[in-house]
């Protein structure tokens, strides 16, 4: 597309459409738009089948979170945070308003009361930090007071874009949600988005 017809398209909004494959993703890999699967589901840390059920109960809650954060960030036309300059991204203009999710993950987090992130490691909870010269990991036992256990929903979406004239992946978009019960209130926040 030439430089005079790109500086005339127009920052157009279009209302987030989920794309939804009903193509099994038998070996559970990373997938893309020409794969046209389901996403990969990935449950770690301990997950019951029960707990993981119950927040999958809650899909059509967190699509339409989804949706709602693509719409606000990324799809509004009035939004003054898109940017619509020649190379920025993501560019309005590209996108289809096409997504789907490519990778779900459903783990525990562990915090302790500064909000800190630690892992179960030999037997204890870890936090591993960088003081500035060396990594350092700080230890407590399992039962320690100090730690409380969050459900961790990540969700990784692909937003489709039109930029050569045909669908294809254009932006990923990583949503993240932690809960202290399985039936809390879901807030995604949003972790990181990218080139695909």
């Given at each position: 597309m030439g430089f005079f017809k790109r500086f005339q398209r127009k920052k157009e909004g279009v209302r987030p459409h989920l794309l939804v494959f009903e193509r099994e993703n038998t070996e559970n890999t990373y997938i893309t738009?020409?794969?046209?699967?389901?996403?990969?589901?990935?449950?770690?840390?301990?997950?019951?089948?029960?707990?993981?059920?119950?927040?999958?109960?809650?899909?059509?809650?967190?699509i339409r979170l989804a949706e709602e954060i693509l719409w606000r960030n990324y799809l509004d036309p009035e939004s003054d945070d898109?940017?619509?300059?020649?190379?920025?991204?993501?560019?309005?203009?590209?996108?289809?308003?096409?997504?789907?999710?490519?990778?779900?993950?459903?783990?525990?987090?562990?915090?302790?009361?500064?909000?800190?992130?630690?892992?179960?490691?030999?037997g204890r909870f870890r936090y591993k930090h960088h003081n500035g010269k060396e990594w350092v990991e700080d230890f407590l036992p399992l039962d320690s007071p100090e730690i409380t256990r969050y459900y961790q929903i990540l969700w990784g979406l692909r937003c489709t874009g039109n930029e050569d004239g045909e669908e294809q992946d254009y932006m990923g978009l990583d949503l993240e949600a932690e809960l202290l019960a399985l039936d809390a209130p879901i807030e995604f926040e949003i972790l990181s988005h990218d080139v695909i």
């Open positions: 738009l020409e794969d046209r699967m389901k996403p990969r589901v990935k449950l770690d840390d301990g997950i019951t089948q029960e707990e993981y059920q119950a927040l999958a109960a809650r899909r059509e809650e967190m898109l940017m619509s300059e020649e190379g920025a991204f993501p560019d309005i203009r590209y996108l289809t308003g096409n997504y789907y999710v490519g990778d779900e993950s459903y783990q525990y987090i562990y915090r302790d009361s500064r909000g800190f992130a630690y892992h179960i490691k030999d």
